[in-house]
């Protein structure tokens, strides 16, 4: 046991491993950027909320859904609509529409949240 536990330690075995982080040959597929599809969370979370409240609860979360749906479209466009041309102006509009996301997420959030307790 120890024979295999020192052969997993040792040294050469690690110093290849590092050179090799080093060098990019297995950091390719750590690095690929994961896309979540920020479609399919909306609707489901748009499936819990009919799911879980009713009438006039429902309707505001939903409200609240289709405006965060918007900005999450203009913030992330469809492959065919990207402008590759970014100029100021749009990085200081997607600054804004961050906070326009983040401020309608912790908007959706305190509601759920509110809606949750006077149930």
Known sequence: MTDK????FSPER?????????????????????????????????????????????????????????????KYPAAETVNTHIDEKSAAETGAVDVQIDQLINQVEDLIDAFEIKK
């Open 5 to 8: 536990i020192d052969e997993l």
């Open 14 to 74: 690690l110093h290849g491993n590092w050179n090799k982080t080093a060098n990019g040959n297995d950091q390719e597929a750590d690095s690929a950027p994961q896309i979540v599809d920020y479609l399919q969370i909306l609707q489901g979370v748009s499936v819990l909320v009919e799911q879980r409240f009713l009438h006039d609860d429902a309707m505001v979360l939903r409200l609240l859904l289709g405006d965060l749906k918007i900005l999450l479209e203009q």
